[in-house]
């Protein structure tokens, strides 16, 4: 029986990933390896959509790797590479931009709200174009799955529909992708700000875990989370987002249900229950960073597992666009 293929990536855009970046997305990464042929990607070229300094793009490429070993991923089962050691996905990204009509684009809100935020003179067209690279990331692999946070749904059904559009055009070349998106945790908020994205490229920066963050700071970050109105902790995410986001976190990390921990916690107050999310974000990441941290001393090790990553992906994307521009009728 052939393994069902999930790809998912991630970009080297920050020192750390955060803890929306591994609830959303990651958690089902490391789930996702057993049982699947599974593909994960640094997406270093859609880093290159915003301003980028080469010191640090190579520094959080490898600390991208690190983490992404710290958190389970394993050589042994799944496919860990970067993506411009790949050069298929700037080929097959192309033809993806070939495809799109420039409504369909301009629909897209995560670019409408990132361009908006910074304003047309600094936004790049990288940014408008990178659901179409996203597109040719997922559509090499022949990839059935793609485990991502809610934010990517509307990429997901892009993708969906260009590949439907070439293989109906064209003749049969990809396998069109499902979004593999949690129903509870697809979304974690911002525990300063609980109505906005967890992100690193917006809020304060009070509101963000951190992985790599010392156990200190993150302590002392969930002790100061903006919290609701009332005393009862209840998920309730109208009435109580701050409350509700933090359930959902202690959830998905101790993996015991919210009706537990609203059992657990009637009658006490607040200041408890961020107590003991506290403790169980900041004991669960520890042995993470440890390893992280213990993984970035060997670099040459680092970079190893990505180059043999990289050989057995471009296996794959070579047969995929090798198909692609033949039903094309590009000459081979
Ligand atoms: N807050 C979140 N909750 C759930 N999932 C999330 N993801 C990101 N934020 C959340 C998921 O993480 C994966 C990697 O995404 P990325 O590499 O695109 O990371 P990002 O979008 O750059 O992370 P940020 O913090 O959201 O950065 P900004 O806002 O600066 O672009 C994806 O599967 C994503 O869904």
Known sequence: MTLKRVLSGIQPTSDSFHLGNYLGAVKQWVELQDGHDAFYCIVDLHALTVETDPKLMRKRTLISAAQLLALGI??????LFVQSQVPQHNQLGWIMECLTGFGEASRMTQFKDKSQKSGTDTTRVGLFTYPMLMAADILLYQTHLVPVGEDQRQHIELTRDIAERFNSKYGKTFVVPEGYILKEGAKIYDIAEPTAKMSKSSGT?????????SPETNLKKIKSAVTDAGREVTFDSVNKPGISNLLTIHSALSGRTIKELENEFDGKGY????????????EY????RSKALELLEDEAHLVKILHEGAAKAQAVAS????????NLGLVL
């Open 74 to 79: 394993s050589p042994e089962k799944a496919t």
């Open 271 to 282: 200041g408890d229950f961020k107590s003991a999310v506290a403790e169980v974000v900041v």
């Open 205 to 213: 920066g009070a509101g963000l875990i951190e992985i790599m963050d």
């Open 319 to 326: 047969k995929t666009l090798e198909g692609t521009y033949k």
């Open 285 to 288: 990441l520890r042995p993470i």
